[in-house]
């Protein structure tokens, strides 16, 4: 059965993040460690980080921290990516102390250079990061994109090219529903679905997917834009989400929804969910 639930707010202490988890009637939850748009990080105290560590090893599921999306390690501009990658090996550093299962991140942008150039400044970033800090627990998982100006990871064989340089560590994937079915995978017909499965099986390896962002698409197939919907209201639809909790991988990861905060929709879309697993 895969696990279901939610990102949720951290705003006034990461340690509020359980309860309004719970409070949504999410089994799992993700969340960002800083305001996503800021660099700066006031850090957690002790007190704080074995409270954290506490509860989390008491919910038993897998917990999510993003990266901030500041962050660019393919960057061109050499002080903003020293600084991307002082601020994900600090991340990254804490999640692993405090019990945080993944630690996802945009693999990076290329503005100003090659899709290839990119690639190498990501694997080098990512080289530097591991020999800084190497994690014991937390797996740092790549977010593949929708392609959207320069994105990196819109397609598996672009994540291959980082993750292969990687084998031993702790890397993998988290799959973003709304961002795979922009880029142009049809996961929301049979067909389309099989093809999608295969094409990962030929590169990054099923065994590397390891989460998944469940979201429904603003935007139709392969339109490249990056508009996260209620889970079944946008053009991916009911049937996409249904082949991938009824597959015999997929059906096995921990979900956590990304689309729109208003009202009560996390525990709407998490109800749409459970229904699907259950009835199909
Ligand atoms: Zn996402």
Known sequence: MPLLGTHVSSAGSILKTFGRAKEVGAEVFQFFLRSPRVWRWKGVSDEVAES?????R?????????SPYLINLASKDEELRKRSIEVFVEELKFCDEVGVAFYNF?????KGISEEEA???IILSLEEIFSRYTPKNTWVLLEN??????????NFRELERVISHFRGANMGVCLDTCHAFAYGY???????????KEEISSSVGLHRIKAIHCN????????RRDRHQHIGLGYIGLEGFRNLLRDEHFGKLPYYLETPKVEDWDRVNLKVLRCLVENG
């Open 145 to 154: 994109t929708a392609g959207e100006r320069g994105d990196i990871g819109k």
């Open 216 to 223: 429904d698409s603003k935007t139709p197939l392969g339109s």
């Open 58 to 66: 008491e919910l038993g599921t897998p917990i999510m921290v993003h």
């Open 52 to 56: 954290f560590s506490r509860s989390a």
């Open 119 to 121: 690639i190498q400044r």
């Open 186 to 196: 049809e996961i929301n017909s049979r067909r389309g679905f099989l093809k999608f």
């Open 106 to 110: 945009h693999p990076g942008t290329a």
